[in-house]
């Protein structure tokens, strides 16, 4: 791991690299980029509503199903934008469009989210400060393999190759853990808890009811299923690739290192060739550039392609190694991790013997 650089006359790394990014002008605003999407986005989901009802009791809307999955998705990612201030500069205009997208848009918290993702950020793949490497049906080290138990100890033990259909529950996970904070008392404190709940139930009912308003009954379920397992494959296919495999800091490693490379470090940027790049961007919502949106959270998505030259070109100078990998590799190197992992509850094994 490299040491840590400074000059008092031009301020830390992280510093002279913000300067740096500032002086492009790849911190300044994109409303038009936005108005864009959002505008986009609003024609996909009424294009896709209109095809529900238009096509009524017919087994081709399962094709629509998959089209509702991707808008659910793109939903989710423009909700992530907004949570950090890339659309709007001020708290309240972000938190009222977010909870229109988030708890009516996909029935997920956006409170919760926000306060979760956050934490995230401030601590990347450290365990026990990163709420997304907690152990659960995934687990990311042995240490955390061994303390599985009963229907756990066997997901944690198959984990690699069940990856991809446990993230196909990705959506419906969330839900689930968004409305529990919301309704457990005594945990972290989401703003207007009310209010969220509120909005979640309408989403619930209202999709609930044209469901079943539409379709038959069996038709109906096939759809919900098909809709839901694949926004929980699209999201975990968006935000597994960006840090899984990666370094992971234990949480009794006192973290010595600074801002710029705590996030560099732990982070995967995902390329695509120069036919691919494109739609990569924006299947993926500009994640696949995770090392400019880590140390840059609030710059707007279409700047990260632009910024990654210049953070690459920077990181170059100061001999940090900066990770970039096609999508499939992305994916070698994170089912590697769990197949580590897994190994600790083969150990758990042995000593139950």
Partial sequence: MTTQTHDPATGSDFA????????????????????????????????????????????????????????????????????????FRTRRPSAVVGRLLGNVGVGMSYGWWTDKHTRHHANPNHEGLDPDVE??????????????????????????????????????????????????????????????????????????????????????????????????LYLGSVFAPNHKGMPLLQSTEPTRMDFLRKQVLTSRNVRGGRLTDRPLHVLMGGLNHQIEHHLFPSMPTANLRAARDVVRGYCAEIGVPYHETGLIRSWRESLAQLRTASAGTEVLTGTAR
Wanted: charged letters at 15%.
């Fill in 16 to 87: 002279r690299l913000s300067r740096r990014v500032a002086e492009a002008g790849l911190m300044d605003r994109r409303p038009g980029y936005y108005v864009l999407r959002f505008a986009l986005l609003a024609g996909w989901h009424a294009a896709t509503i209109a095809a529900f009802l238009l096509l009524g009791d017919s087994w081709w809307q399962l094709l629509v199903a998959v089209a509702a999955a991707f808008g659910s998705g793109q939903t989710a990612l423009l909700a992530h934008d907004v949570a950090h201030r890339q659309v």
């Fill in 135 to 232: 152990p659960g049906a995934l687990v990311w080290t042995e240490e955390q393999a061994r303390g599985s138990r009963g229907v756990l100890r066997f997901l944690n033990r198959h984990q690699a190759t069940l990856f991809f259909p446990l993230i196909t529950l990705a959506a419906v996970d969330l839900r689930r853990a968004s409305l529990q904070a919301l309704l457990t008392r005594g945990g972290r404190r989401v703003p207007v808890r009310g209010l969220e709940l509120g909005l979640i139930a309408a989403h619930l009912l209202g999709y609930v009811a044209a469901l079943f308003l539409v379709l038959p009954p069996g038709l109906a379920v096939a759809f919900l299923v098909v809709h839901q397992a694949l926004f929980g």
